[in-house]
């Protein structure tokens, strides 16, 4: 039985997961036309800001997965979705602008694939990619912690290559500053105020992080799992006066913009 991508569950936290590419292409120049794309656009909600950022451009979105490529094509039905695999994506472009929002931490290489989607841009076109950089997090560690202790070791065994470790900004600024006339790095910690508890912060990972480890359990390994990661990261999440528990999400933001 697998949990797969799930809009819903993603999109439960919709507010908190849209800022971060908000303030990415708040770093994108105006005025692009031309094409733009979105790569792993999921069910669209980066999208949709990708659209007001660069209204004269003509936009689309491929995503690996057919359920959030549904849910993006029903929120923007007048845009081109399609499902496709960034890894075997060979769209040669140009174009003017390529946002990658919280997707190519699952993608190896970043030494080769970075250089070769900018290589895709039109001249003076923009790279705009974020990832979250939160491996060394509690939420995490914890995650390959739990899985390596339990009966289910065998099972998730590769589930902790399934993200890509990230480099430190200055390794991501020289990686791309020999194919682009402008890079912008810069890293943000958000402290995200969820209601609910600890249970909050299993349901945002239950959307993204934890994916891996669920999928290749049956329902009662995935039961027991997340008891047991829910008991180990609540130290974690003190309740706040006001109920919330404040969840620290570290993530790295990169603009690349080719030269004229």
């Known amino acids: 039985m697998s949990v797969g991508w799930k809009p819903e569950q993603y999109l439960a936290f919709e507010d908190e997961r849209t800022r971060p590419v908000r303030d990415l292409l708040a770093a994108v120049p105006q005025g692009y036309g031309g094409r733009a794309i979105d790569l792993g656009c999921g069910p669209g909600n980066s999208t949709e800001v ?101 009966p289910w070791r065998r099972k998730l065994e590769g589930a902790a290559q399934s993200r890509t470790a990230l480099e430190g900004a200055a390794w991501y600024f020289d990686v791309l500053r020999p194919h682009a006339a402008y890079v912008d790095v810069w890293r943000t910690t958000y402290h995200h105020s969820l209601a609910g508890g600890v249970g909050a912060v299993v349901e945002w990972f239950k959307g993204s992080g934890l994916r891996p480890f669920l999928d290749p359990l049956d329902a009662a390994e995935r039961s027991e799992y997340l008891e047991r990661y829910t008991a180990a990261i609540a130290p974690f999440f003190p309740e706040r006066a006001d109920g919330s528990v404040l969840l620290p999400f570290p993530r790295l933001f990169m603009v690349a913009i080719r030269q004229q």
């Open 50 to 150: 990708l659209c007001a950022r660069v209204p004269a451009a003509r936009v689309s979105g491929i995503d690996s997965s057919e359920a959030m490529i549904e849910a993006a094509r029903k929120r923007l039905p007048l845009l081109e979705f399609s499902v496709a695999d960034i890894a075997g994506w060979h769209d040669p472009g140009p174009f003017d602008v390529i946002l990658a929002n919280a997707v190519l931490q699952w993608l190896p290489d970043h030494a080769a694939l970075l250089p070769a989607l900018a290589a895709k841009l039109a001249p003076g076109g923009a790279l705009a990619v974020q990832m979250p950089d939160n491996l060394a997090e509690p939420t995490h560690r914890l995650m390959h912690e739990v899985a390596m202790q339990g």
